[in-house]
């Protein structure tokens, strides 16, 4: 590796002699341009374009070939463009452009000229594909990783300039609810024209200069032969190589686009463990809320439908996906999609635990889990868009889901005290229906409206099973002797919420805003638990009688009124806010009833200074509260797991918090360094923590509302860096947890904290292999009554090539090597490769893909707890190599 990465580097920076090319942009009376677009085209054969974009002081710089004649353009909205002529093997080194103003007050800018690399124009940045792309991407996520500034993770998930995209667009136009993975993954690269990066993303135009929006959208523009267009590819492969595991893969992704009506389906079936969508997409789909409101939680667990599956023994997955949009009438514009996808999968995971009891003693467990699971998930979703004029917007959005999840599993438990083995069988049928209207009208320049009502229903209704051969939780649950011991538990629960808000913008003048709100969330749930042992006689043994079995009805009202004041003193923009609750939670319960009432002030803070065009800072500072859910207010006992009973706790009242983050991001092309780091603190005062009884393994929680304050610190950031046709980027992330614990009576103040530093070497420039080389150093440590620590070293590289015009080869290398506090280590390495060949504007192509190349068996991690240290050891998919025929139409 070492050498083939010396090799690269002597090749490269003796590909060509090149020579930099500066100045400064500014008009007539001497002030900066700022993001002027500096463009160097060859009028030379087989030499690529140059461009820039001038910084706040309007510097520029250019990396230009020495032998090669260039046009160097400059344009800037509103001035008239320049020209300068640079003669090959000129010893000119920096020109200054003074740029005239037009003298008119442009409303659209027509450019003429043929390429524009990279506009930015307020809060939009739009790169031009061809500009960076080399014409052998099969992918949009291809072209994403060739933008400045933008990434695109494993996840499909996407940042620009370290800000996640969170919305996502074709030609205008949601696609798939907004989630980047299905778009990155699966539209073709040669549809692609344009990239516009939107940030303060809002759907209702009128509404943008009040919204205060910090979505960050990413839209697709076509190109024109495809905006009415049948195009998409299609895949098969088969395992290759002799292989007995039977691997597959089968894709399919098919697009039609016209003027009014959209249409897109994406297909998939395989057994390696690809998931073709992540959390983040499944989110959106299982949504169904308007932004406008937020805080309610996702009560339906969809995380095994996102999971990339590798780390399984078995792995089959199933999806198929629908999504559509047409415009009735410039007015009227109906969309929605359909998703359904079943997953198996079949796991092995073995624990090694240590359960640290505040005291010298400490209980062992190794664990040995096998598991099957089995879940199915149907959703549809279709949302409304109706504009009477252009100053009014009306928004329906309706959806509907149901998924189930049937897992059995096997586990072995061994401890100092002797061995138990448990089957579980977990079925769960869960349904839920979402819907909200939003209404917008703005009256006049100065008064915009909006009403939001959100309704949501989800019932859920989970059945477990637990089989053993030995007496468990002796003292906890009382069972009865028998032969064996199998014990039923039913949970259900439903949860029905009705939000409305009501929002006035009054826009004073243009440094000042007023906007006030009214609203009311309003949550009712039902929660029922039982358990029960049945005994090979076939009588019933109910927990009942021991304190066993939950049914509380749960009502919280929060009814608000706020009031917001946005005001501007030059680049800083400050928007305070206070806001006055009335809570209202009311609980009925077998043991009793239960009811508090509360009035409380909340203030909010949000900050924005801009620098300038490319560098700004934010501060958001909110004082909450959050009361308790239903589950812990159950005050009966629950059966948790194997070795784990729950009880709830009727007198809980709320959360208090004060939450704050900074933000700083700095984009300077001149130099090319790009700077974004994000810190975030949180502080509980009043804090709803599990008081945790141990016995051996055996748990006993119980939620209790303490003063103990909780203080949460976390960095996240990176700083990036051209040099000469290379990248370096150095990122950090950074968390410090202080919190007090309560464990066998025994109060300790507990930190858990975390830092991870990487470095990141890659290539950047379009003619040159794609090469990235990665490591990260990461520290973890743990301290109460007892202390423990571990470190991890990754290192992450992938290289990519094309040659021979119709082939390309791709590797990725990842290793992961953990070391406890003991100096004991684990070690794992996965190397993926494959080679694509595809002639240049033929629709097929082949494909050789092998993935775990070295056939690793398992993937090894340490982790700890308040009162656990644990060594795991995660089984993975072994060794497959797939041939692929690929047809694009």
Request: hydrophobic share 35%; proline share 2%; charged share 25%.
């Amino acid at each position: 590796m070492l050498k083939t990465l010396l090799v690269f580097l002597i090749t490269t920076l003796s590909y060509a002699q090149t020579k930099t090319f500066e100045g400064v942009v500014s008009d007539d009376a001497n002030k900066p341009l700022e993001s002027a677009n500096v463009i160097a085209k060859s009028l030379q054969e087989k030499a690529s374009l140059k461009f820039s974009i001038a910084d706040n002081k309007g510097r520029y710089r250019l990396e230009l070939d020495v032998n090669v004649k260039y046009e160097i353009m400059v344009s800037y909205i509103g001035f008239l463009d320049q020209v300068f002529i640079l003669e090959p093997n000129s010893n000119i080194n920096s020109y200054d452009f003074k740029l005239k103003s037009t003298g008119e007050n442009l409303k659209e800018i027509v450019i003429k000229h043929e390429f524009k690399p990279i506009v930015i124009k307020k809060d939009t940045l739009t790169f031009d594909v061809n500009s960076f792309a080399n014409g052998n991407e099969r992918k949009m996520k291809e072209i994403l990783e060739k933008l400045p500034g933008v990434e695109v993770d494993k996840k499909g998930i996407v940042t620009v300039q370290g800000k996640k995209v969170t919305k996502m667009l074709v030609e205008g136009k949601s696609f798939f609810g907004g989630g980047s993975k299905l778009a990155v993954e699966n539209i073709p690269a040669d549809a692609l024209d344009k990239i516009e990066v939107i940030d303060h993303f809002n759907e209702v135009g009128f509404m943008k200069q009040v919204s205060d929006s910090d979505d960050l959208a990413m839209n697709v523009k076509l190109k024109e032969d495809k905006k009415k267009f049948v195009f998409g590819d299609v895949q098969a492969g088969v395992e290759a190589g002799g292989g007995d595991n039977g691997f597959y893969l089968a894709h399919a992704a098919l697009f039609y686009f016209a003027p009014k009506t959209n249409l897109s389906f994406i297909g998939d079936a395989n057994n390696i463990g690809k998931s073709t969508f992540t959390y983040d997409d499944l989110t959106r789909f299982g949504g169904g809320f308007s932004s406008f409101l937020s805080g309610r939680k996702a009560l339906t667990d969809l995380d095994s439908f996102s999971k990339d599956n590798t780390d399984m023994l078995k792995s089959q997955s199933q999806f198929s996906a629908f999504n559509f949009s047409h415009e009735f009438s410039s007015k009227l514009t109906l969309s929605g999609f359909g998703i359904v996808s079943k997953v198996f999968t079949a796991a092995r995971i073995d624990n090694n635990v240590e359960y640290l009891n505040n005291n010298s003693t400490v209980d062992y467990e190794k664990k040995v889990r096998l598991a099957d699971n089995t879940a199915v998930l149907g959703l549809g979703n279709i949302k409304l868009d109706y504009s009477p004029t252009k100053k009014e917007k009306w928004y329906y959005n309706g959806q509907y889901q149901s998924n189930t999840n049937d897992l059995e599993s096997v586990l072995n438990s061994l401890t100092n005290l002797g061995s138990s083995v448990f089957e579980t069988i977990n079925k769960a049928d869960n349904a839920s229906v979402k819907q909200y209207i939003e209404w917008h009208k703005s009256y006049n320049d100065h008064n915009t409206t909006t009403f939001v009502v959100n309704q949501a229903y989800t019932k859920l209704t989970p059945k477990n099973n637990w089989f053993t051969d030995e007496p468990f939780l002796q003292g906890l649950i009382p069972l009865i002797e028998d032969e064996s011991y199998t014990v039923d538990q039913v949970k259900k629960s439903e949860v029905n919420s009705i939000d409305a808000l009501f929002k006035h913008y009054w826009i004073i003048n243009n440094t000042n805003h007023l906007y006030t709100n009214i609203g009311n969330n309003f949550e009712k749930s039902n929660f029922n638990t039982s358990e029960k042992q049945i005994l090979t006689d076939g009588s019933i043994n109910d927990f009942a009688i021991a304190g066993f079995g939950n049914a509380i009805n749960y009502r919280l009202n929060d009814a608000y009124i706020g009031l917001e004041y946005k005001f501007k003193i030059g680049k800083w923009v400050n928007k305070p806010g206070l806001y006055l609750h009335w809570y209202d939670l009311n609980t009925s319960q077998i043991d009793g009833n239960y009811s508090v009432s509360k009035t409380l002030l909340q203030p909010q803070w949000n900050s924005d200074y801009e620098f300038n065009k490319s560098e700004s800072l934010n501060f958001t500072y909110k004082l909450e509260n959050q009361f308790p859910d239903v589950n812990q207010m159950a005050n009966r006992y629950t059966l948790e797991f194997y070795n784990a009973v729950y009880k709830g706790n009727a007198l809980l009242e709320n959360e208090r918090y004060h939450s704050s983050t900074l933000r700083y991001s700095k984009m300077n092309s001149y130099k090319g360094i790009i700077w974004n780091g994000m810190l975030n603190y949180s502080k509980k005062v009043k804090v709803i923590r599990n008081e945790i009884k141990l016995d051996g393994i055996d748990q006993f929680n119980t939620p209790i509302l303490t003063d103990n304050p909780e203080t949460n610190i976390g960095f996240n950031g990176f700083v990036s860096k051209r040099i000469y046709r290379f990248n370096l980027k150095l990122n950090t992330r950074l968390s410090w947890f202080n919190y007090s614990q309560t464990l066998n009576d025994i109060t300790t103040n507990n930190q858990r904290n975390n830092q991870n530093v990487g470095l990141i070497f890659k290539t950047a420039y379009k003619k040159w292999p794609d090469f990235t080389i990665g490591y990260t150093k990461g520290f973890s440590e743990f301290s109460g009554l007892t202390k423990s620590k571990y470190q991890t070293d990754a290192l992450t590289s992938s290289f990519e090539c094309t040659f021979l015009k119709s082939w390309t080869y791709k590797i990725d290398y990842e290793s992961l090597k953990n070391t406890n506090d003991n100096k004991q280590s684990n070690f794992y390495d996965i190397l993926n490769t494959s080679l694509f060949y595809q002639k240049k504007n033929s629709p097929l192509g082949f494909e050789l893909t092998a993935n775990n190349l070295f056939d690793i068996k398992k993937k090894n991690s340490y982790s700890f707890s308040d009162y656990m240290i644990s060594e795991q050891a995660v089984y993975i998919l072994p060794r497959a190599i797939i041939f692929t025929l690929s047809y694009k139409l």
